[in-house]
């Protein structure tokens, strides 16, 4: 079984571009990427005012930022086609479930077309040897029940990100069946994480950053929508499992090709309220309250997915529990609004984490 370490040794050196790169997952993969020495290359939006992790990380001077929309299948094969890119992680996306309501429009065209365009400009490029195409654990017909959802299990969604997710991974299979597959010397595979939570996500409608908003303010945590349950899991988790699935369409195509999911183990799937009685206790003060609206948009309530897959062909784990990925989080926060730099936070944790996996 490879380990995360023997994989990240591929990175140094190699070209690497990633879509999304501003975002909050983003952020902490370019940084992560430029510390194991990749050439990184990023193409994404502008990250908002109120979304500083990319510029905490100081990204822009250390790699290739290239500002750009992945609806704009022109801008896109230019930015990959001039980066000349060994490996394309995509990760760019409307992300949130709730702005997804207010905006399906744009959520269909970023992650459906956007993830066509992406397809597209990656087949015209000849250095291109892998691609992780990363979808959601949002992509499965969601059945409200308790078992796990695996890789061969039905795609869809009731709400447009879910759908939009869901669209993209069977658009990324007829991809995958009519090009991919005859295309020698490339190997792509679609990613399916769960909730990530960590340092320097300041999403709105998240519940981590709507907790450390609050906290940091002095008042309390208002939940919407307590008891829904969800894989949650540290950034550095799916993280990981991107970097040893690139690793492994590099080094050995046939066994990677397809979709895998990035799972933390069942006893971290948790519900809504859990999460936040921890995050108050890891902070040591803090208060919540639930308050349900009377008209709620629909939201998942149960949703778990299996990593047996990763776990036994990738030899990928989850190394941190829900109490250690919630502490790591709120040391990140703690650390870094106490004026530490957030590269050397950042990196202390990467370290602690490659750590644990040795
Ligand atoms: N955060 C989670 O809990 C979670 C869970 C499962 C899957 N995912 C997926 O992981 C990926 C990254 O998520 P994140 O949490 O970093 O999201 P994020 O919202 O923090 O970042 C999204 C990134 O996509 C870029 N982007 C959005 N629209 C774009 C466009 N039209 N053109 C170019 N770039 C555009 C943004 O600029 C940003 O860089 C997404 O595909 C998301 O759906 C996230």
């Not at 902490?28 to 050439?39: I, V």
């Not at 009731?158 to 007829?174: L, M």
């Not at 990613?191 to 002095?218: E, K, M, S, Y």
């Not at 004026?339 to 750590?355: F, H, M, S």
Request: charged letters at 20%; glycine letters at 6%.
């Amino acid at each position: 079984m490879e380990s995360l370490v023997k994989a990240l040794e591929t990175f140094r050196g190699k070209r690497v571009f990633v879509t999304g790169s501003t975002g909050f997952k983003g952020s902490w993969l370019c940084n992560w990427l430029l510390e194991l020495g990749a050439e990184v290359a990023g193409f994404a939006l502008p990250a908002a005012d109120d979304a500083p992790l990319f510029q905490q990380l100081r990204c822009e001077e250390r790699m290739r930022q290239i500002y750009g929309d992945v609806r704009d299948i022109a801008a896109l094969r230019a930015a990959i086609g001039d980066s000349r890119p060994e490996i394309v992680i995509h990760l760019a996306a409307q992300a949130l479930v709730r702005l997804s309501y207010e905006l399906p429009t744009e959520t269909f065209d970023t992650n459906v077309t956007g993830g066509v365009n992406l397809l597209e400009a990656v087949r015209d490029v000849p250095s291109v040897k892998a691609l992780v195409f990363v979808t959601s654990d949002k992509c499965y017909l969601n059945k409200e029940w308790e078992w796990s959802y695996r890789e061969n299990d039905e795609l869809g969604g009731a709400d447009p990100y879910s759908a939009s997710k869901a669209v993209a991974e069977v658009v990324f299979s007829s991809y995958q069946q009519s090009f991919f597959a005859t295309q020698q010397g490339f190997a792509a595979a679609t990613a399916r994480a769960g909730n990530v939570i960590g340092g320097g996500d300041f999403a709105r409608d998240r519940i981590v950053p709507d907790c450390v908003r609050a906290l940091t303010a002095g008042v309390p945590i208002i939940l919407r929508n307590p008891d829904a349950t969800r894989p949650w899991q540290h950034v550095l988790e799916p993280l990981s499992g991107y970097l040893m699935l690139a690793a492994r369409l590099l080094a050995s195509a046939d066994s990677a090709r397809g979709a895998w999911n990035f799972a933390p183990d069942a006893q971290n799937v948790r519900t809504v309220h859990q999460l936040t009685n921890q995050v108050v206790a890891s902070w040591g003060s803090g208060e919540v309250r639930i308050e349900r609206p009377r008209e709620a948009v629909h939201e998942a309530q149960l949703l778990m997915l299996s990593a047996d897959k990763a776990k036994i062909q990738l030899g990928w784990l989850p190394q941190w529990d829900f109490k250690e990925a919630i502490d790591a989080t709120v040391d990140w926060y703690r650390a870094v609004s106490s004026g530490k730099d957030p590269i050397e936070v950042t990196n202390r944790q990467i370290a602690a984490y490659v750590g644990a996996t040795a």
